[in-house]
C-alpha cells in the first residue's frame, strides 16, 4: 500500500512537470499567444501606475525604447528561473535603448524589495498588488509568467512571452527594427 501511494505521488509530480515542461517549449514555439490577451501587432492597454519608489509610471516614460513588460511574482518558480538571464540581458541593452517594467504579484511588499535587492533587478517595479491588481487586470494576465516586449513609443507588441532562450533574439530584432 505504501509503495503504491509514493509511486502515485512520483507519477503525479512527473506528469506535472512534464506537463510544464511541454507547455513552457509550445508556448515559447508557438509565439506563446494562446491564453494571452495580446498578440504581437496589438496596441497594448495605456500604462498609469505607480512603481516601488512612488513615481509615476507611464508608456510615455519609455518613448524610444523597446519595453519588457513582466508579469511576474516572488513565489512563482518559473519567474524566480527567468530572473539571472533577464538580469544578464538587461545589463548587455540597456544602453541600447532596452528597458524593463516588472510588475509583481506579490502580496508581500518586504520580500518583494528584498529579492529585487539581492538579484540585482535595477529596473521599475509595479507593486500591482497595492493597485489592487490594476495592471494584472488591464493585462488580462491569466498565469505568471506573462510578458510582452512592447514598442515603447507606439504601444505595439512586438513579441509574446519571450522567455529564456528566446528573449535575447526577440529583443535583438526588436532593437535593429527601432535603430531603422
Known amino acids: 500500500m505504501r509503495i503504491r501511494k509514493s509511486w502515485a505521488v512520483a507519477a503525479a509530480a512527473a506528469m506535472a512537470v512534464a506537463s510544464f515542461a511541454v507547455f513552457q517549449n509550445t508556448s515559447q514555439a508557438q509565439g506563446a499567444s494562446e491564453g494571452l490577451a495580446f498578440r504581437v501587432g496589438d496596441t497594448i492597454p495605456s500604462i498609469n501606475s505607480t512603481d516601488l519608489q512612488g513615481k509615476r509610471v507611464r508608456l510615455t516614460d519609455y518613448k524610444g525604447k523597446v519595453l519588457l513588460i513582466d508579469f511576474w511574482a516572488t513565489w512563482c518558480p518559473p519567474c524566480r528561473a527567468e530572473v539571472p538571464g ?39 517595479q509595479v507593486y500591482d498588488t497595492e493597485a489592487k491588481g490594476a495592471l494584472s487586470s488591464k493585462f488580462k494576465v491569466q498565469f505568471i509568467p506573462t510578458v510582452y516586449l512592447v514598442d515603447g513609443t507606439t504601444g505595439k507588441v512586438l513579441s509574446v512571452n519571450p522567455r529564456g532562450e528566446s528573449l535575447e533574439p526577440a529583443l535583438v530584432a526588436a532593437l535593429k527594427k527601432r535603430a531603422r
Open 86 to 124: 533577464v538580469v544578464k540581458t538587461y545589463k548587455k541593452y540597456n544602453k541600447q535603448g532596452f528597458e524593463i517594467l516588472g510588475v509583481s504579484l506579490d502580496r508581500d511588499k518586504a520580500a518583494l524589495t528584498k529579492y529585487i535587492r539581492e538579484n540585482d533587478m535595477a529596473w521599475r
